[in-house]
């Protein structure tokens, strides 16, 4: 069955993006993308109004939504699509994330004012507005504030794996993402596989234990990923019996590395997340 063009990975105004969900569903579709899912951080705040947005729209829209885990050490992103996004079980798992988001906010400020930097949580609160509050924000208030160039900057220096700002929590776990995610209807595909920092022997612990624990997908094709990685990622999808995922991650139209709608090209034989999604 040939499967219509989809966008299955993307980011709006709350989280980290700079779009409405309605902005996103126009350009989508302009961009010739057929079915397109708004996966934000932590959050279902933009679903509803997405699905509003595609009652005039010849785009079909999947809820979505992509949930920081923890895994050993790490931290993972478990992409949920297709679930109830008024389940309240879904519901009570996100309060607790919204809830730890601002708490670790409140940590990184305080990290950064160690540093000498002014005390940045006001203005982040502020950027973030009814979006799910994350290190981008304070990426966006310490450009503003002149403490760096640029947000790659912000993370290079402060906010990235390993940097004062990466503030360690205690995320959900992998386990517990995948099974709010099913148990709300939903598919739970791992985002992103190469892009945690990880050696490539790690990756594949991960997409191992990741099935164990009941994933039902892995992303094959997002933008940076090189072509002998998903050649690789596509045969652990077939090794363990897991369908794939696709898409662009946009989150701001001044990150020139992706669009909305735009990833690499592929070929594989496994089953793609939509043969499922499609169904009902
Ligand atoms: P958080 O959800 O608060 O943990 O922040 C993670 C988000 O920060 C990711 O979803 C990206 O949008 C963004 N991010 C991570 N690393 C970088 C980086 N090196 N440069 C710019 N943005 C980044
Ligand atoms: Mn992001
Ligand atoms: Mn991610
Ligand atoms: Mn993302």
Not at 25 to 43: M, N, S, Y
Not at 55 to 61: A, E, G, I, M, N
Not at 184 to 194: D, E, I, Q, R
Not at 222 to 250: C, R, V, W
Request: glycine share 10%.
């Amino acid at each position: 069955m040939e499967l219509p063009y989809s966008d299955l990975h993307c980011h709006s105004c709350y989280s980290d993006g700079e779009l409405t969900p309605a902005e996103l569903l126009q350009i989508a579709a302009e961009r010739g993308v057929k079915v397109f899912a708004l996966t934000d951080h932590d959050t279902v705040a933009g679903v509803q109004e997405l699905r509003a947005a595609a009652v005039d729209s010849s785009v079909k829209v999947l809820s979505g939504a992509e949930l920081t885990c923890g895994w050993g050490r790490g931290m993972v992103h478990i992409i949920g699509l297709g679930f109830d996004e008024t389940d309240s079980l879904l519901g009570e798992y996100l309060q607790g994330l919204d809830k730890l988001r601002l708490e670790r906010a409140g940590l990184i400020a305080q990290k950064l004012v160690k540093r000498n930097i002014p005390d940045l949580l006001p203005r982040v609160i502020e950027l973030a507005g009814t979006g799910q509050i994350g290190r981008p924000h304070f990426a966006q208030a310490m450009v503003e504030a002149g403490v760096v160039n640029n947000e790659a900057q912000a993370f290079n220096r402060y906010l990235g794996a390993g940097k004062v700002g990466d503030v360690k929590v205690e995320w959900p776990t992998m386990e517990q993402g995948i099974n709010i995610i099913r148990q709300s209807g939903g598919v739970a595909v791992l985002a992103h596989p190469t892009k945690y920092n990880m050696t490539f022997t790690k990756v594949r612990i991960m997409i191992e234990s990741f099935n164990e624990q009941g994933g039902d997908a892995i992303e094959i094709s997002y933008p940076g990923i090189e072509s002998g990685h998903t050649l690789q990622l596509d045969k652990l999808a077939t090794k363990y019996e897991m369908m794939i995922s696709a898409g662009s991650d946009f989150h701001k139209k001044q990150f020139h590395w992706t669009a909305i709608g735009k990833y690499p090209g592929y070929s594989s034989n496994n089953a793609h997340v939509l043969s499922k999604l499609l169904q009902h």
